[in-house]
């Protein structure tokens, strides 16, 4: 038998496994979007495509209530899969909005807490920084306690609303000034307090006292100088911090990521939302406990075309 149809095959196979390769690591062409938001939504349909590879630092400016999750889990995958080099800077998303707003800070991708925050980075009227945003992620927010508090029996025993403002009781919350999260505890705390008749609720809402910044929270909880505090379920659990619900509301953060306008590096900005938003980078959200937005949506317009396979716009 002649083996020339055999070789003839073979050599076809190795031609169309180089040229496969060579697509995989093409680079990716930067995004001539408006700055300017259209007021639409859409959907994101589920993708297996490949991530794209470079080299350099990505500066992604995020909520502080993913700081573990950034540090621990997605920013290492990142910096292995793609080459780049994850660089991240935590704060309370409105405040981080802000330093953007004020050319304060720079970065290439910006993840909040909060859609809404968006807002105020749309348009030519606040810098054109945000053209489109996707939601992807939300995580309900709980009372975290520390279980060594005097008061962790009480909190797995009785309404929350109830313990918090026993004599002595440490409740920490971030400020609603530049912080979603803050928000939420404000709104839960002024809820409860007119839903239980606790003027004691509503006086600690407008509180100063126990308010500190995002980043600083979880670690004050477990350093023991405070008995609980407002969190997300998804950093309580990454954190490996005891909750109860915040029963009778329902408060949640919801996550947005966008490639930033004026990005100093873009193309590593949409290879990090790329992985963001892949299996990869979705499954390593789902194990952390967050509860994941599928199809993930998509609000604004000018969609960078390298990521199209995980964000996909009208």
Do not use: H
């Amino acid at each position: 038998m002649s083996t020339r149809p055999v070789l003839l095959a073979a050599g076809a196979a190795v031609s169309l496994l180089l040229v496969g390769c060579g697509s995989s690591t093409s680079a990716s062409s930067p995004s001539t979007s408006a700055t300017t938001a259209a007021a639409v939504s859409t959907t994101v349909a589920p993708t297996t495509s490949t991530t794209p590879r470079g080299s350099g630092p990505v500066d992604v400016l995020y909520a502080g209530s993913l700081v573990t999750v950034m540090t621990d889990t997605i920013g290492p995958a990142f910096d292995a899969a793609t080459g780049y080099t994850f660089t991240g800077f935590s704060a309370g998303s409105d405040a981080l909005a802000t330093q953007i707003k004020g050319k304060v800070r720079q970065g290439d991708v910006f993840v909040s807490a909060s859609p809404t925050v968006n807002a105020s980075l749309e348009g030519a009227a606040n810098g054109g920084w945000v053209s489109w945003y996707a939601t992807f992620a939300t995580a309900p927010l709980v009372i975290g306690y520390n279980p060594k508090s005097r008061f962790a029996a009480d909190l797995q025993s009785k309404p929350w609303y109830q313990v918090v403002t026993e004599p002595g009781f440490l409740l920490g919350r971030t400020d609603p000034a530049t912080d979603p999260k803050g928000k939420l505890a404000v709104s839960a705390l002024n809820s409860a307090a007119s839903a239980q008749n606790l003027p004691a609720l509503a006086a600690l809402a407008t509180s100063s006292s126990g308010v500190y910044p995002e980043e600083t929270l979880v670690g004050r909880l477990q350093a023991g100088q405070l008995d609980a505090g407002f969190f997300y379920s998804s950093e309580a659990r990454a954190a490996s911090i005891p909750t109860v619900p915040v029963t009778g509301q329902s408060l949640k953060a919801t996550y947005t990521v966008t490639v930033l306008n004026q990005a100093p590096d873009e193309a590593g900005a949409e290879a990090f939302v790329a992985y963001l938003l892949g299996p990869a980078g979705q499954a390593a959200l789902k194990s952390d406990g967050f509860e994941l937005v599928t199809p993930v949506t998509v609000s604004g317009g000018g969609v960078p075309s390298s990521i199209s396979s995980v964000i996909s716009a009208p």
